[in-house]
């Protein structure tokens, strides 16, 4: 490592002004990033990192400000530097690539024109360079067929793909200094893994430094020689990515590893002094538990299929012109798959983006129709009953749904307790105002949620204790099978810890069983009995997790499997 | 892009239908009698039959509809009673004075609305923000027939800059070969700068008028739009790209933000081109709204039937050019065409 570092943040304090005064959001930190070095900012929702280094590109909304501290780069000190200095140094000699990829690409701009937008900003191309250096830099992060694809438009593309747009156009104009803020949050484990590749391979061969702003542990351990560990804007360790998983010294930084799921652990290991998730006095059961099994799985799914037509272009006016085209088959998203879910059993269904795991849980939980097979739910074909006609059927009660995002599945406008009393208000047995209050309190006290919050909008609410509301209204009609899809992908690591373990502590003391959807495949190994992983609407495997996941019997699995950087080698 | 053309074509022919329909009924069922009006205070209840038959009038309503939709096959949008003349001929003469009129007013309009908007967006919570919202509410809190006339006192009366507010072209100055209809550019193909020049002094206060009424809508949502773009992930990375503020905004967000924009447009130009009946009235414009308000009192059936078939024409058209519009500012309008 040079004595002299590229990037030296020192002593820096960012506030934003807001109706309440100053808010302080990064607190006098101090990280330093040597010439080809890189070095992981890892922390959770509001620990301030990504702050940080808006700062130091100095692209921090009109609301923030730095207030203290230095940040040079080779020399230049970053805090002073006017406006026209600091767009010379943006793009040409510090780079940014950013989440939701796809977002931050313009629409409706070709990724070549973008690209030749940063290489003629700073004088990397002339007009008649632009277009030939453009394709060079999408060769470079191995896009198939440059030349098309210069002409795309981001919409045309897959997430993956924008990710390498972006990338090239972070490295179009050789900077010295990456900063990848959650470059792969979003994306699947295998586009994560080829992306993360992507980035260490071209920024390695350059000799550029890195930072890596991630909330993902594992990712930190894997790519990075340094970790700086923040917690509420202030920075509470430092070390090497190889020291600190061995030896982590701060107690938030063994908090944050401790939650983090990994091979070996069980769910409860992940809460370090496992504080207990459901209150003493709520432990006297609301609910009865559900009378003795009776024989034969909960729900038999056979042969499920669900067609969705290719959208027609034209169709209208080629049939009044009589030339009709010849229909195009149907796109297929779930190919004729057939599993089921015994009672009590937590079934996992693992795949990535696209593979129809989504469209599966819609069609069991029967808010889309199939279009064709049986779903079996205890004894009857509710497959057969529309999905408009379901919400009137008896059924609905006992088949529920915890959704992905608890922000967006809760209406903004409903106080938790209305939210929590809505299915009651319309299938439950509970009538007069303080019956169901008294109904929505044992839910919200079963939930773990403060009594005292359940008059609070969700806005008043943090992600934790709002996934919790939405946990509460699932059971609130005491379910028999609760579909979750992806409950904790929008959580912190801490707050995922402590969601698993409720829905572990709720499904056992309900009766209840779960078909649990996600990407997260070591989720699913701590809550899942048994697993099915899905690729392009098929099942490729199916078995108990410890089969699936540790002895993977499919190519696709274990090609899942090794995309996931583990942080504890 | 023609297939969508024509696609967006055929779906528009059902509304048509609708409002040849609706407005022969209307015109039907509104009080007044076109007979008794035309014989006058003082015919006797003989003639007024004997007009009524002569129009057509005592036919039960199935055949005026036949007839009336018989003659619109050919282009006949049948005569008007109070000028004597064509519907259509009388629409020809007058609408492109009112396409004119609008079109000045909203190209004025842009004109000011569109770099304050922006600027206002740019710079959010300063002075020039403030400005944006005065002149916005201003704008629009003023009656049109208001503004006109306090436009005439000023500059007509007080300063006398501008000429008497009597129509497109001062009375003793001759028209153009008429190509277009829009004096402004007959005039210049006539190479008649002179004339050019009489009719562009008349134009600018009607266009003015129309403009400080436009000026809000337009304003306030390219202001909205273009906080909105402004906000989004790919501005952030067109900074961070060290990209010139220039061409964050212009290019990257500007572009981005037109397309809420461009419907606004569109709407404001069909409501005016319809509603500014007030602004014609001030200043003697010969224009479409005029015409059919005139008929209207004196329950002219034709000319209202051909107005509102016009504008209802135009509208549909003005749509189409809307979305053709759109897909040329996103590609993924085009995908779906």
Known sequence: ?569 | MLRMIGQRLMTTIPSVIGVIIVTFLLTRVLPGDTAAYFAGPAASPQAIIEIRSKLGLDQPLPVQFVSYVTALVKGDLGTSLTTGQPVTADLAARLPASAELTLAGLLLAMAVALPLGILAAVKQGSWIDHLCRVVATAGVSLPVFFTGLLLVYVFYFLLGWSPAPLGRLDVFASEPPRVTGLLLIDTLLARDFETFRGAFAQLILPAVTLAIFSLAPITRMTRASMLAVLGADFVRTARASGLTNRKVIGTYAFRNAMLPVVTTLGMVFSFLLGANVLVEKVFAWPGVGSYAVEALIASDYAPIQGFVLTMAILYVALNLMIDVLYGVIDPRVRLEG
């Open chain 1, 1 to 569: 490592m040079t004595a002299v570092p590229l990037l030296e943040i020192r002593n820096l304090t960012v506030e934003f002004a807001t109706r309440r005064g100053a808010v302080q959001a990064v607190k006098s930190i101090d990280v330093s990033v040597a010439k080809g070095e890189t070095v992981a900012i890892v922390g959770e929702s509001g620990s301030g990192k990504s702050v940080t280094s808006y700062a130091v590109v100095r692209i921090l909304d009109r609301a923030g400000r730095v207030a203290e501290g230095t940040i040079s780069f080779s020399g230049v000190d970053l805090v002073a530097a006017d406006e026209a200095q600091m767009r010379d140094l943006r793009g040409r000699e510090i780079s940014m690539i950013f989440q939701n990829p796809r977002a931050a690409l313009n629409p409706i701009r070709k990724v070549g024109k973008q690209i030749e937008d940063v290489l003629l900003q700073h004088v990397q191309a002339t007009r008649a360079t632009a277009k030939e250096k453009a394709v060079e830099a999408l060769t470079k992060v191995k896009i198939a067929r440059p030349e098309e694809r210069y002409d795309a438009y981001p919409f045309e593309l897959s997430g993956g793909m924008c990710q390498r747009v972006v990338i090239a156009l972070a490295l179009a104009c050789q900077p010295q200094l990456l900063i990848a803020d959650e470059p792969t949050t979003g994306l699947d484990v295998t586009t994560q893994k080829a992306v993360m590749d992507l980035i260490v391979e071209l920024t390695r061969e350059r000799g550029m430094s890195t930072i890596l702003i991630t909330h993902d542990l594992g990712l930190a351990a894997a790519y990075c020689d340094k970790v700086v560990v923040m917690e509420k804007g202030k920075v509470v360790e430092t070390a090497l990515a190889s020291e600190i998983f061995r030896n982590p010294q701060h107690p938030y930084t063994r908090r944050l590893m401790q939650a983090t799921p990994r091979l070996g652990t069980s769910l409860a290991d992940l809460l370090l002094d496992a504080p207990q998730t459901v209150p003493a006095e709520a432990r006297t059961a609301v609910t009865e538990p559900k009378p003795a099994a009776e024989a034969g799985p909960l729900m038999q799914v056979e042969n499920l299929v669900k067609e969705y037509p290719r959208a027609a272009t034209g169709a209208l006016l080629a049939k009044l012109m009589g030339k009709a085209e010849p229909e195009k088959p149907a796109f297929r998203a779930v190919d004729g798959i057939s599993f089921s879910i015994a009672r009590g059993e937590t079934l996992g269904l693992v795949g990535e983006s696209g593979c129809g795991k989504s469209t599966t849980s819609m069609m069991v939980t029967r808010l889309i129709d199939p279009s064709g097979g049986k779903i079996i739910f205890d004894g009857t074909d509710i497959g057969a009953i529309p999905a408009k006609q379901f919400a009137a059927s008896p059924h609905r009660r006992r088949i529920q749904m915890v959704f992905q995002d608890p922000t967006d599945s809760l209406n903004p406008r409903f106080t938790a307790e209305r939210a929590i009393a809505d299915p009651i208000m319309r299938m439950g047995a509970v009538k007069g105002r303080d019956a169901l209050r008294a109904r929505c309190e044992d839910l919200a006290r079963l939930v773990g949620l403060p009594v005292e919050l359940i008059d609070r909008f969700p806005h008043q609410l943090s992600g934790g204790q709002k996934a919790r509301v939405g946990i509460a209204r699932a059971i609130a009609l005491d379910p028999d099978l609760v579909i979750l899809d992806e409950p904790t992908a929008a959580l912190d690591v801490s707050v995922q810890a402590v969601v698993l373990n409720l829905l572990e502590e709720l499904k056992g003391r309900l009766g209840m069983s779960y078909l649990f959807v996600s990407h997260d495949l070591n989720v699913v190994r701590l809550l899942c009995d048994r697993v099915i992983v899905m690729k392009t609407g098929s099942i490729v495997e199916e078995g108990t997790a410890e089969e699936v996941l540790g002895d993977p019997k499919a190519e696709y699995t274990r090609e899942l499997l090794t995309a996931i950087p583990h942080p504890l080698l």
